[in-house]
């Protein structure tokens, strides 16, 4: 009876509820892993990502779970002896990242799912896509200035892009430590689009201006979407070859999509391997934001930066978008509406929709979605390169 | 340090641009080359069936035509009936008859027609 006593004892002084949390933080980030899981299911807001977050956050913080233990991972290089002997679960999903595994592969599903046509028919969209990048590079040195490292303030900068994978994939390889509070900026700024930009767009343009009708895209052929995805890895490759896991992928995704001989492994990088990889990153991502970490000096301070910066790398990225488009529009004599350029974040396809949105508010009948989904691939591909150029000048 | 950051912006922005403006000029001559392509292909397509009916023997080129419009014709009666038949319900089965047809031109363009139904599913 005594050993039957004794070992509810010990289980009892083992659990969550006698060990207690190690740090106040972790109720707070519980707390916020809650309002997360609430704006991801009741706000509907990115919920693919959030909630996987969210419940990884949630799950990091309780007490003696021993899934997920940051320090093995805190130094450049990762003890694989250490981390077999002592991981827990969420350690060894958390590789994924670390090892920069996953973003390529979500970028792999995302190229199977993405349509360059509006691209082709409209070249002049890559050069909306590269002007709304500015706002990446713009925001690293306001960064510097705020007193980031460079390698960090890289990886914050890098949110305004709008691109959740690459924005992982550049905190992973630039500073691990940020990652989670970047992830989470990142996404969560992707679901705000909606708010974020149609004040900017429209500050920055006249009536008229949002009032131009655009001209139909020509038709695209089939040849000329399958050549598409070599010719840009073969091109920008070459140029960045620090691009090549992103770029690479994200244009393998999308020949298979094109090529219409391989189905089976379009639907699957399209659905199953993008979900199975969705739900790694995200869980893994949100598992990194563990009180211990923020109980460290000066990394509220860094988080809270990342929020503001974040913001205004994201508006910067989103104004540079409009005024480039507004130069279009006096080069093309009045054919270019501004407002695609704010689609140039890449965020596919909200921002899109924003600039559909506001158009349609200024002209019923304008139907700019098309039009936006141009500037907003090469988005996608403008902020590859950026993280390629970032990550081979800072590492 | 601000020197090395600055370095890092103008790089950065140097290359994004000069990356896309080299894919963006890449496409361009994608439209050229793969239009030029498709205009001969059209421009043989046409010459063939010119040739064809010279071959054929067949002296009037409406004659052709008009024949290959009414096996159209038929598919299409067919194919509006059921689709008539389908959009009203079973109740008129046996009384439709589809004695004739006329083809409206496009209000508006195909993205036109995308973007609207994309506006009416967000609403």
């Known amino acids: 009876m005594s050993n039957f006593f004794n070992s509810i004892s010990n289980l009892l002084s083992s659990s969550g509820f006698a060990g207690g949390f190690d740090y106040w933080l972790n109720y707070v980030l519980m707390l916020i892993a809650f309002l997360l899981l609430y704006f991801g299911i009741v706000k509907k807001c990115e919920p693919l990502l959030l909630i996987p977050i969210a419940f990884g956050m949630f799950l990091a913080n309780l007490p003696n779970t021993d899934l997920m233990h940051p320090e093995l991972f805190s130094g450049d290089h990762v003890n694989i002896q250490q981390l077999v002997n002592e991981g827990g679960l969420l350690d060894f999903l958390y590789l994924g990242v670390k090892l920069g595994i996953y973003p390529p592969l979500i970028f792999l599903g995302i190229g199977a799912m993405t349509d360059f046509g509006p691209l082709i028919a409209n070249p002049k969209s890559l050069l909306l896509g590269a002007a709304a990048q500015t706002g990446i590079f713009a925001t690293f040195i306001g960064a510097r200035l705020i007193g980031y490292t460079a390698k960090e303030a890289g990886a914050v900068a890098i949110i305004g892009g709008a691109d959740g994978p690459t924005a992982i994939y550049t905190a992973a390889i630039l500073a691990p430590t940020l990652l989670g509070a970047i992830a989470i900026a990142a996404y969560s700024y992707m679901a705000l689009v909606p708010f974020i930009q149609p004040p900017i767009m429209k500050a920055l343009t006249t009536k008229k201006e949002r009032e131009v009708p655009m001209k139909q895209l020509r038709p695209v052929s089939k040849l000329e979407k399958v050549v598409f995805p070599v010719v840009v890895t073969l091109l920008v490759v070459l140029l960045i070859p620090k691009s090549a896991p992103l770029v690479g992928m994200l244009m393998f995704g999308n020949l298979l999509k094109e090529s219409g001989v391989v189905n089976r492994l379009t639907k699957t990088v399209q659905n199953e391997l993008m979900n199975i990889i969705t739900i790694f990153l995200g869980i893994t991502v949100g598992a990194t934001m563990s009180a211990e970490k923020l109980t460290q000096p000066g990394y509220g301070f860094q988080v809270v930066g990342i929020v503001l910066l974040g913001l205004v790398s994201f508006s910067i990225g989103t104004a540079f978008g409009v005024l480039f488009g507004k130069i279009l529009y006096k080069l093309t004599g009045g054919k270019v509406n501004p407002l695609i350029g704010s689609a140039g974040v890449s965020a596919v396809p909200m921002a899109a929709r924003v600039s559909q949105k506001v158009g349609a508010e200024a002209n019923p009948r304008n139907y700019l979605l098309m039009h936006a989904m141009g500037p907003n691939v090469a988005g996608v591909i403008g902020s590859a390169i950026a993280a390629g150029i970032l990550i081979s000048m800072l590492q | ?123």
């Open chain 2, 1 to 123: 340090m601000e020197t090395s950051s600055l370095n890092v912006l103008l790089v950065g922005i140097t290359i994004v641009f000069f990356a896309l403006i080299l894919l963006s000029f890449t496409l361009y001559l994608f439209g050229k080359i793969f239009g030029r392509r498709k205009n001969r292909k059209n421009n043989d397509e046409t010459e063939k069936s010119s040739d064809q009916i010279t071959i054929e023997g067949v002296p009037d080129k409406k004659i052709i035509g008009s024949s290959i419009e009414n096996i159209n014709d038929a598919e299409l009666v067919a194919v509006l009936t059921s689709a008539v038949q389908t959009y009203m319900g079973r109740e008129i089965k046996n009384s439709l008859k589809v004695k004739s047809f006329r083809r409206v031109d496009k209000a508006s363009p195909v993205w036109n027609t995308t973007g609207k139904i994309e506006q009416i599913s967000i609403r």
